[in-house]
């Protein structure tokens, strides 16, 4: 108990290191990572389709965006599934890492492949979150409309974008 505690406070600590870093060490590092990563298991894909979680957090006519620390545009808050945990567990623990916010809910909405970089099953949720946001290495959350995030869209997230375009569609079709 003493040990995990212990291992907790070290964990705290590192992140709040983290977060007193300024945005461009976290953006230049958060650039490396991802496209070291990305190429390394482009070439030597270990585990073969990879499984990802995504997450729609709405408020008003908003949606919960992260501007990508690596340039590469707008994406939803979610990340991959680490080996043997669960994808409700991934998503809450995606959440947290990326924005602060705390998972209330969620539901799943559909499932998609993806071949971007590597092969990767994604599933999206929507759901509610409370807390307060934070940035994170990966990026800023901020709140955008549809429009907004389309315009500079993270391609793997393009999928997700297509349809909440096709719920807001048939949502006036029907107001």
């Known amino acids: 108990m003493e040990r995990t505690l212990r291992r907790g406070l070290i964990a705290h600590r590192l992140l709040d290191m983290w977060i007193s870093l300024s945005r461009e060490a976290k953006r230049l590092t958060f650039l490396v990572w991802s496209r070291t990563a990305a190429f390394m298991y482009g070439l030597f894909?270990?585990?073969?389709r990879l499984q990802g979680v995504m997450i729609v957090l709405q408020k008003d006519a908003r949606f919960l965006a992260i501007e990508r620390?690596?340039?590469?545009?707008?994406?939803?808050p979610g990340g991959f599934v680490n080996r043997g945990e669960?994808?409700?567990?991934?998503?809450?623990?995606?959440?947290?890492?990326e924005t602060g916010l705390s998972l209330l809910?969620?539901?799943?909405?559909?499932?998609?492949?993806s071949d971007y970089r590597f092969p990767t099953t994604?599933?999206?949720?929507?759901?509610e979150a409370q807390g307060v946001l934070r940035e994170s290495w990966e990026g800023q959350p901020v709140w955008l409309t549809l429009?907004?995030?389309?315009?500079?869209?993270?391609?793997?997230?393009?999928?997700?974008?297509?349809?909440?375009?096709q719920v807001a569609r048939e949502s006036s079709k029907t107001s």
């Not at 894909?45 to 073969?48: A, L």
């Not at 809910?105 to 492949?113: A, G």
């Not at 994604?122 to 759901?127: L, M």
């Not at 995030?149 to 349809?163: D, F, H, R, S, V």
Request: hydrophobic letters at 40%; charged letters at 30%; aromatic letters at 18%.
């Open 45 to 48: 894909p270990f585990w073969g």
């Open 122 to 127: 994604t599933v999206v949720y929507r759901g």
């Open 147 to 165: 429009e907004e995030i389309e315009a500079k869209t993270y391609p793997p997230i393009k999928p997700a974008i297509e349809y909440l375009w």
């Open 69 to 76: 620390n690596d340039n590469l545009g707008f994406g939803l």
């Open 86 to 97: 669960d994808l409700i567990a991934a998503l809450k623990r995606e959440v947290y890492e």
């Open 105 to 113: 809910s969620c539901q799943e909405l559909f499932r998609f492949d």
